[in-house]
């Protein structure tokens, strides 16, 4: 397998670039355009027929502001997606050449299993059980779960133990998330979504008095809602970001780790996060991937 090439660096370099000229545009945040990939991978391997090919589908939330939200042209933009733009440009292929399949929490595994994707980058918290039937690359970034309320927290919410203190309160989030294992912890009352974004409604009709995940994923449903809803800040988890790929595809899960690595050396990834996230998060520290 063909690593950390000198041709490797200069893609990674020119993403970087086509990150930064894109700020301040109207367009959609991010890279643009790929650079040319010359160096050949081994045959058989996934990166050898995504390169041949020139185009790549890539998985990732449609409704997650600031990692994955679809714009009015239908396209989603976000964190995650300027990392899955990071991936195929190591490939050569453009943008353009990206197609962009709304995975949300529940068919993410069924996806990658199915080859309807041939990667998932959509806020995929690694765990265990996961790891059974899909690997994962990275971690790319480590969130906490925490909890988001209406506006000035009239409940006094101000953790999870709160919800084991008030039984008849339930919480939202997302079916078969880890938020929801997490959650299940302290209570019982919780109430199912397809996605986070879903949870909304019912605290606005009393049906449920929080929702609860990843603190990127409040942070942006929070500054979309204009003031309705703040996130009370106190993470109560550490949950690592991972990209899924196929079960036992090793080659590519390692090459997409030395993306990883080589996009948050020269800066690419910072750029990345500035980008999207940076107004309302601080930059994540160096990324350490898992080469299991």
């Not at 971690?139 to 203190?165: C, H, K, M, R, S």
Request: negative net charge; aromatic residues 8%; hydrophobic residues 40%.
């Amino acid at each position: 397998m063909n690593r950390m090439t000198p041709a490797f660096t200069a893609i990674a370099a020119a993403s970087l670039l086509l990150v930064a000229g894109c700020a301040g545009t109207g367009e959609a945040k991010g890279p643009s355009d790929a650079a040319e990939q010359t160096v050949p991978y081994d045959e058989g391997t996934t990166m050898a027929r995504l390169a041949d090919a020139g185009k790549i589908t890539i998985g990732t939330k449609f409704d997650q502001p600031l990692f994955g939200l679809e714009n009015l042209d239908g396209v989603p933009e976000g964190f995650d997606v300027e990392v899955g733009k990071i991936i195929a440009g190591q490939l050569g292929i453009a943008p353009e050449n990206i197609t962009w399949v709304e995975t949300v929490t529940a068919n993410r595994e069924p996806f990658l299993q199915s080859g309807q994707v041939d990667l998932v980058v959509a806020t995929y918290t690694i765990n265990d059980k996961r790891k059974e039937v899909v690997s994962f690359a990275g971690p790319y970034y480590v969130a906490g779960q925490d909890i988001l309320v209406p506006a000035g927290n009239p409940e006094g919410i101000d953790g999870p133990d709160w919800f084991t203190e008030n039984p008849s309160a339930a919480i939202c989030t997302a079916s078969g998330s880890t938020s929801y294992q997490n959650i299940a912890q302290y209570t019982d009352n919780i109430i199912e979504a397809a996605g986070y974004s879903e949870c909304l409604e019912p605290i606005r009709t009393g049906q449920a008095v929080a929702l609860t995940t990843d603190n990127v994923i409040l942070a942006g449903l929070a500054f979309q809602s204009n003031g309705e809803f703040e996130v009370i800040g106190n993470p109560f988890s550490e949950d690592a970001y991972g990209i899924g790929v196929q079960h036992d595809d090793t080659d590519f899960r390692m090459w997409i780790n030395d993306v990883l690595e080589a996009s948050d050396a020269d800066g690419s990834l910072a750029a990345a996060w500035d980008a999207t996230i940076g107004d309302l998060l601080p930059r994540p520290g160096a990324i350490v991937v898992d080469r299991y």
